[in-house]
């Protein structure tokens, strides 16, 4: 198992992950990226995603995925 962290960010800001999930291999981090970016997107809220990227790093900060929130959202129609 390690530990990793999924921060959020787009021009305006940043979102840090101060604890992070245990994940036992690059896929189940994706998965978990995923369930992070549809979690966000469908709470209540007015933010507009599409501009949002999701990094996800390991405990020693190296940034092991990026996932844009686009990508879960797919096009505007």
Known sequence: MTQVY??????????????????????????????????????????DWRSWVLHVSDDCGEEILILPFASVLGKPH
């Open 6 to 47: 999924f921060h959020c960010s787009n021009i305006e800001g940043v979102l840090i992950d101060r604890s992070g999930a245990a994940v036992g291999d690059l896929a189940e981090a994706c998965d978990h990226a995923i369930l992070v970016v549809q979690s966000l997107i469908t709470a209540p809220n007015l933010e």
